[in-house]
């Protein structure tokens, strides 16, 4: 692949990795890091990428990757508690029921919440997503399933 042709990729898939990844990791810097490092790898074994599949799959299952290994490593070695949380820019407020949302969303488990991101939030179908975590689509059905029922029950308790 030419430099010119990768470039135009980047330009066109940056916004949706870059949701994708701040929602994977819930900090922009971090996030902003692991973006970078997804092009980087993405370039670097640009001969692994099967022509004909989805380019955007592919380079989510590199994030996934990366935003894994770095909560493995954060596990491994916290951060020191001496940061000053005031440095953080603050997301801008949403509409209550998008926050009743949000917040909803934010307490499902973690393998609920990666399907209902990656199908409602980046539009993706059931077999870009299991290229992306490695499971089986009729897995994936069931957890969207269950997260959804989980949802409503949430969302129907908050009224």
């Given at each position: 692949m030419q430099p010119d042709s990768f470039a135009a990729l980047v330009r066109q898939h940056q916004p949706a990795l870059s949701r994708f990844v701040a929602r994977y990791l819930r900090d922009r810097r971090e996030a902003d890091d692991i973006v970078q490092d997804t092009f980087?790898?993405?370039?670097?074994q640009i001969g692994r990428f099967r022509p004909g599949t989805n380019f955007l799959a592919w380079?989510?299952?590199?994030?996934?990757?990366?935003?894994?290994?770095?909560?493995?490593?954060?596990?491994?070695?916290?951060?020191?508690?001496t940061l000053d949380p005031r440095h953080e820019p603050a997301a801008p407020p949403l509409p209550e029921n998008l926050e009743r949302l949000k917040q909803a969303c934010e307490s499902l488990p973690a393998h609920q919440r990666e399907v209902v991101q990656l199908r409602f939030f980046d539009a993706l179908d059931y077999?870009?997503?299991?290229?992306?975590?490695?499971?089986?689509?009729?897995?994936?059905?069931?957890?969207?399933?269950?997260a959804l029922e989980r949802l409503r029950g949430l969302l129907t308790k908050s009224l």
């Open positions: 980087l790898r993405a370039w670097q380079l989510f299952t590199i994030a996934r990757f990366l935003c894994m290994a770095r909560r493995q490593d954060q596990k491994r070695h916290p951060p020191p508690s077999r870009a997503i299991a290229e992306i975590t490695g499971e089986r689509e009729v897995t994936l059905r069931s957890r969207m399933h269950d």
